[in-house]
């Protein structure tokens, strides 16, 4: 039995709501990162009439019999074995319980700031070695049809992504630029770019919106106007985002060419979770689509590229590849999304020199809001 099946057998109800889930959930995995040990359960039952969500987060912590942890954290369970992670639907839903509580106010600007990876795998006859190409990118979209929009951006620079990495690098002479490759034009004709280790400063360029004010790619380019009007019904919701999207072209879908399957469909939530200035309400309804997905499922708790603590939950996806794995990580805590990554599970095709697992890109989102304060 897993903490979702414990919180349910507390609560003396055989489908907990998405509201005392949550708040159950959300206490008991406190208690755990605390070092905590809960409590056996009283052989009474709970009495729950009159009882907030507080108190019931409270008592459900107070009373699960056995400790609990989530996957990946690396503490061993009662038994030395760690028990499996809430199931997907129950994170996602209690990450949408948080998101809708969020505070929204508009203001001049929509504010965002995230970090992407691209990883290659490059050869050297002193060793192959893994590197990390990371941009920084920064913007600020005005909520009025008539501001200007800007954007920072910085090559961060090209590094090894892991210490092997770094060791092979150094055998091969620490090269300051790395050729990339990047595809072929033909048997034996490699196309490559040229990327540096270091650094390069930070440029900030500022524009005028479109005469039609369009900020967004949802499908077919979309307003502030429109996002804000997106539907906060998972369902009303879904049906939208496929009909804009029966509308674009093969290019901008942004996984499989199967319109509306689970691997597209998550993809599309992923857009609108990490940095769309959608209301909280619909912020909401893109988890709980996400949470109707019969193949998404629970990696557990994970550290992203910038070393954040999240749960992740993933779906599969076969490629040309290779057997692809999209992830989405989560702050339970505050319902946010913190990162996306892309892993390949199976390497096939152009992944097949990397080690089953590995990453393939990332973005990591830092900052995300409404500020009425413009770059310099």
Request: net charge positive; glycine share 10%.
């Amino acid at each position: 039995m897993n903490e979702i099946d414990l919180v349910r057998e507390l609560l003396a109800q055989p489908r907990a709501t998405e509201q005392t889930t949550a708040a159950a959930l959300a206490r008991v995995q406190r208690d755990i990162a605390r070092g905590g040990r809960p409590r056996r359960p009283r052989a009474r039952r709970l009495r729950l009439g009159g009882l907030g969500l507080a108190a019931v987060g409270a008592a459900a912590a107070a009373t699960v019999a056995v400790p609990v942890v989530m996957s990946g954290a690396g503490t061993p369970g009662r038994h030395g074995s760690s028990p499996p992670p809430p199931e997907a639907r129950t994170v996602l839903l209690a990450a949408a319980w948080q998101a809708e509580r969020q505070h929204d106010t508009m203001g001049a600007y929509w504010h965002g700031t995230d970090v992407s990876r691209i990883y290659y795998r490059l050869h050297a006859p002193t060793g192959d070695y893994t590197v990390a190409w990371e941009r920084r990118f920064e913007g600020w979209t005005p909520s009025s049809p008539t501001g200007r929009s800007c954007s920072r951006q910085q090559d961060l620079g090209t590094r090894p992504a892991g210490a092997a990495d770094a060791a092979a690098w150094r055998r091969a002479g620490s090269p300051s630029e790395l050729a990339i490759p990047v595809g072929h034009d033909g048997p034996g004709d490699f196309r490559s770019m040229t990327l540096k280790v270091a650094a390069s400063p930070p440029r900030t360029t500022c524009q005028k919106l479109p005469a039609d004010g369009t900020i967004f790619s949802l499908g077919e380019n979309v307003t502030m106007k429109d996002l804000r009007a997106l539907p906060a019904d998972p369902d009303r919701l879904k049906r939208l985002l496929v009909k804009r999207f029966g509308k674009a072209g093969r290019d901008t879908e942004p996984l499989t060419r199967v319109r509306t399957g689970d691997s597209w469909m998550f993809s599309v939530a992923r857009d609108i979770l990490l940095g769309m200035p959608v209301t909280p309400q619909v912020r909401a309804a893109a988890f709980r689509m996400v949470a109707d997905l019969p193949s998404v499922r629970t990696i557990g708790s994970v550290r992203d590229a910038e070393g954040r603590r999240g749960t992740a939950v993933a779906i599969d996806e076969r490629t040309s590849g290779g057997l692809l794995e999209h992830r989405l990580i989560i702050d339970q805590a505050s319902g946010r999304a913190l990162a996306y990554e892309k892993l390949v599970l199976k390497p096939a095709g152009d992944n097949a020199g990397r080690a089953p697992g590995s990453l393939i890109n990332s973005v990591a989102s830092l900052t995300s809001g409404w500020t009425d304060t413009a770059p310099r």
